[in-house]
């Protein structure tokens, strides 16, 4: 199958289950331990239980800034042997269709478990500035960020994004 297509459908599956809540049915994708960083932080989770912890105080925060969905739409993704499949994606992170921050690129990589594609790590070019998650929709000069210098979305990620 088409690198993109796998990798698109979880992308799509990912979504759906992280705007619901659906934790279990999201980690029954996922390959343990799991690494997700962003340009400032490193998160890494064992169990489904730390996952969870970590996904669902992002979550919170982005609710509670105004988030009804989020779309991932593939850039490029490509075989690294049989059981892998590394990839790039735009992340849009919406309040009724309108951007609540840039959108930014993610890279994430895929490996085949068990015959199921599991996500193992995930790297979001993105600064988290206040527990977990960017700021929207935030000038430099707001009171949240004083003392912080990266404050939202960067606008180039700090590894090559080319297939």
Not at 3 to 13: F, I, N, S, T
Not at 21 to 49: I, N, S
Not at 124 to 136: D, F, K, S, T
Request: glycine fraction near 6%.
């Amino acid at each position: 199958m088409d690198a993109k297509v796998v990798y698109q459908a979880h992308l799509d599956r990912f979504s759906r289950a992280q705007v619901s809540g659906d934790w279990q049915h999201l980690f029954d994708y996922f390959l343990f331990p799991y690494r997700y960083e962003t340009y400032d932080r490193t998160y890494a989770a064992d169990t489904v239980e730390e996952a969870v912890k970590v996904f669902l105080q992002n979550l919170n925060m982005l609710k509670s800034n105004g988030m009804t969905d989020i779309v991932r739409l593939v850039q490029f993704a490509g075989y690294v042997g049989e059981d892998q499949i590394d990839g790039a994606h735009e992340v849009h992170i919406l309040h009724n269709a309108t951007h609540l921050m840039p959108p930014f690129i993610s890279r994430m990589t895929l490996r085949r478990d068990g015959g199921v594609w599991k996500e193992q790590k995930t790297q979001a070019n993105i600064a988290m500035v206040r527990g977990l998650g960017a700021l929207p929709n935030l000038a430099p000069s707001d009171d949240a960020l004083k003392g912080c210098r990266n404050w939202t979305a960067i606008s180039t990620p700090p590894w090559p994004m080319t297939p």
